[in-house]
């Protein structure tokens, strides 16, 4: 019986070890995110890799045209590895450049430019010229797109040095020299080097007569873009006559390769610039006409147009009506380009925001999904000590010190658990600041653009007509042209002084000494200010108690308050009274703004008070004047505030302490 019962039991001793064992090792060697190998749909060998690779190649260029960023740089590895296996070496180099070009195409510049640079030296270690002509175009490109058009030329000029025929697209070729020559031009090369660039251009072109009898319409566009920029260049030399032949070929080349409606406008917008530059009015109209035609038919189709196209066009329209002297159909035309203008910048500007919203939001996913992960793992090597746990209570007879050990860890486990919670809900916390924060700077920056390029555009616009030496203007029109850009430039003036009061109250600037004066002079002087800007059938009033009433304060401070409560009842009263009142309570100086204009609704009485707050956004003004007017009173010990009581329209009352200390 003793004998049957150590048997059981090293029987027993040896079955937990063995389950410790099992256990042990399953928490070792557990990776939850091991995936199995997934074999190729295709097998490729020697005879048929070409087509094999081909057809990847084609499906990452479906990805790029699609904008399957993240698909095609999953397949693209496994592509450079096969191509390099069967010495596959066009599809290897245009598979890479492809990949470069999709960095581009998410403004990604530095990684297109990394990806270059392993491009071109990895062409240069296997003497590859093709390689590395695909590898100074994406350089080039890139950066094009940082504006750096130095580096740009040269890289373009490298591409075109190293541009292999027997291996290479022509249409790559022309691209490069479509690049290159935008680049010299920014770079101010002269018309010599220039006409050496487009002459080498035609020598290649050649190659490819459109007369031949197997031509295509590909190499009707390749001639389109040479022409058209060879008239660009000679009507940057002044050779009109010249660039309007150059003209006519590039359209027999648009004819011909049967292009797209955006040539025609461009062909179109060209022919308009230079029969103005040649003073050639109304025919330069018709062709303007005839681009905006194109343009509004491709609207009516559905089809988005380039802001930059639209711009092109009026751009000439403006200057062709100027020359007519039709001035009053020309500035509608300026208004509208610079409306133009500022939406295609408005539009830059949130797409800048939108990326820097959708890079930010990529981190966060990312860093969750390696927090999710680290506690996947933590979870599973838990269960898997448990399991071994489990085992060795078995073998020891589970008893109480165990149990006890057991309650120790979960309540570590509990606290480490609501620390992380915690934290959770800490970095919500901060992530709603962030977002709280970028929203309100977006606002600032939406708000400050149209308040200050308003003005600016009714500035320029008025400006250009003045100066224009052969506009014959009215009397009246030139005065008229005058006050619209005094008015402009003192809108302008006072949005930036507001923005500099708004800093320096809020940087604490040091308040300046008290002075003794006569509250009349500084009401006096307030009403000075504020005359010009008051409607002719609204009365201007000052009343103060006693006339000769001295005290020790901050004149200077306390006209820039009342200046900006004047103004205001200055926008907003076309008819009545405007009434400034100051007397004397105990210590205290009482000032009183009131008006008779259409008042301030109850429910937006404090909402004024707020930066950027406009009851009326057609009014101009950025929203700060009450803001501002309440900031400074608050800093001198005062307050600002408007009386509910009064129904004939708005009144502000200020209070300022008298002989601060």
């Known amino acids: 019986m003793k004998y049957n019962r150590c048997l059981f039991f090293r029987f027993l001793n040896f079955f937990v070890i063995i389950l410790v064992m099992l256990s042990l090792t399953a928490c070792l060697n557990y990776n939850p995110h091991k995936k199995a190998s997934v074999s190729p749909d295709t097998k490729i060998d020697d005879q048929n890799a070409y087509d094999v690779l081909f057809d990847r190649y084609k499906e990452l260029e479906y990805f790029y045209n699609t904008d399957q960023h993240d698909s095609l740089q999953a397949k693209m590895p496994a592509m450079l590895k096969d191509c390099r296996k069967y010495e596959q070496w066009k599809l290897y180099y245009i598979s890479w450049e492809l990949l470069g070009e999709d960095y581009l195409r998410n403004n990604d510049a530095k990684k297109a430019i990394d990806t270059a640079q392993e491009m071109e030296q990895d062409a240069l270690e296997r003497d590859i010229r093709f390689g590395q002509s695909e590898a100074y175009l994406v350089m080039g490109l890139a950066y094009s797109i940082q504006l750096n058009t130095i580096e740009a030329e040269e890289c373009l000029k490298q591409a075109i040095d190293m541009f292999d025929p027997a291996i290479g697209d022509v249409s790559t070729l022309i691209s490069m020299y479509h690049h290159y020559g935008n680049a010299m031009r920014e770079n101010g090369r002269s018309d010599a080097e220039i006409d050496s660039m487009l002459a080498n251009w035609k020598k290649d072109l050649d190659n490819y007569p459109l007369d031949a009898p197997d031509a295509t319409t590909a190499e009707g566009d390749w001639f389109f873009k040479y022409y058209s920029a060879l008239s660009d260049h000679l009507e940057n030399q002044g050779r009109y006559q010249e660039a309007l032949a150059m003209l006519d070929s590039a359209e027999y080349c648009y004819n011909f390769s049967e292009g797209f409606a955006v040539d025609a406008i461009h062909i179109y917008g060209s022919r308009g610039n230079l029969l103005y530059c040649m003073a050639e009015y109304p025919q330069a109209l018709e062709w303007v006409d005839r681009a905006q035609q194109v343009i509004d038919s491709l609207r009516m189709n559905s089809v988005e147009v380039s802001p930059t196209m639209q711009i092109a066009v009026d751009e000439v329209r403006y200057k062709v009506l100027a020359g007519m002297e039709r001035y009053h159909e020309a500035l509608d035309v300026l208004v509208r380009l610079n409306n133009e203008k500022d939406a295609y910048s408005d539009q830059e500007l949130r797409q800048q925001l939108n990326e820097m919203n959708k890079r930010f939001e990529l981190n966060e996913i990312k860093k969750q999904n390696e927090q999710l992960q680290q506690r996947s793992r933590f979870t599973t090597g838990g269960v898997a000590m448990i399991l071994g746990i489990v085992a060795l209570l078995v073998f020891l007879v589970v008893n109480n010190r165990w149990r006890h050990r057991l309650g120790i860890k979960n309540r570590q486990l509990q606290r480490e658990r609501n620390l992380v919670v915690a934290q959770n809900r800490q970095l919500a916390v901060e992530r709603d600041r962030a977002e709280a924060a970028s929203k309100a700077k977006t606002a600032f920056l939406q708000s400050m653009t149209h308040e200050i390029r308003t003005p600016l555009n009714a500035i320029s616009g008025f400006t250009q007509v003045l100066a224009m030496p052969d506009v014959e203007l009215h009397k009246e029109e030139r005065a008229d042209f005058s006050k619209n850009i005094q008015e402009n430039t003192r809108l302008l003036t006072n949005i930036l002084d507001d923005l500099i009061l708004v800093s320096n109250m809020e940087s604490g600037v040091e308040l300046p000494d008290a002075e003794t004066c006569q509250a009349n002079d500084i009401m006096t002087n307030a009403m000075n200010t504020a005359h010009p800007l008051v409607a002719d059938d609204v009365t201007l009033n000052c009343l103060c108690d006693p006339p000769t009433l001295v005290v020790t304060t901050y004149p200077g401070l306390i006209r820039l308050i009342l200046n900006r409560l004047l103004d205001n009842a200055a926008k907003f009263t076309k008819e009545g009274h405007i009434t ?59 307050t600002l505030t408007l009386d509910s009581d009064y129904n004939e329209g708005a009144k502000f009352d200020l209070i300022i302490p008298i002989n601060p200390a």
């Not at 004397?584 to 009482?590: I, M, R, S, V």
């Not at 009131?594 to 009851?615: H, L, M, N, Q, V």
């Open 580 to 638: 400034l009142g100051c007397c004397q309570e105990g210590d205290k100086l009482h000032f009183a703004v009131s008006d008779t204009g259409p008042g301030i609704p109850t429910e937006k009485r404090e909402y004024i008070f707020e930066r950027f707050a406009k009851i009326d956004s057609f009014v101009q003004g950025a929203g700060l004047g009450l803001s501002i007017a309440r900031m400074i009173a608050e800093r001198l010990g005062g």
